[in-house]
């Protein structure tokens, strides 16, 4: 057995933890996000404008970004630990999808911060008000992915 693999079986629930903490964080901030963008395309004054920019770039800077690259890094550490059974396991797959088509939602959401932040924003609240469900069915998907395990 490898050094690193020693280490990873190890240190699985630490590894565990902290991906589910990532996990957590990444969520609250593709929560949040979409919400700031349904407040900033209703806002109409500059103060409030400018005030939405920096909210949105700080959100998606300083706790987005993070925490997607810690929840994909730690994910791929533990699959690795019994990459076997992960890379046989439909379920797995299914939550793999998922999971990518939530990195790519998370740069949609990075276009549309630099729309407004570029003042050109052309879509209503109602836009943002849907587009902020996206993440809910997403974890709803992987949850029962990781927990029920369906197939």
Known sequence: MNVIKEFLINAQSWITAFHIIAVVCWFAALFYLPRLFVYHAMSEDDISNERFKVMERKLYRG?????????????????????????????????IALVILLIIYHHACLYLLKQFRDDKNTRGHVFY???NEVPVLMLIGIVIMVVVRPF
């Open 63 to 95: 706790i987005a970004n993070p925490s997607m690259i810690a929840t994909v890094v730690l994910g791929i550490a533990l699959a690795s630990i019994y990459p076997d059974y992960f890379l046989h396991a439909a379920w797995f797959h299914v939550k």
């Open 129 to 131: 008000r849907w587009f």
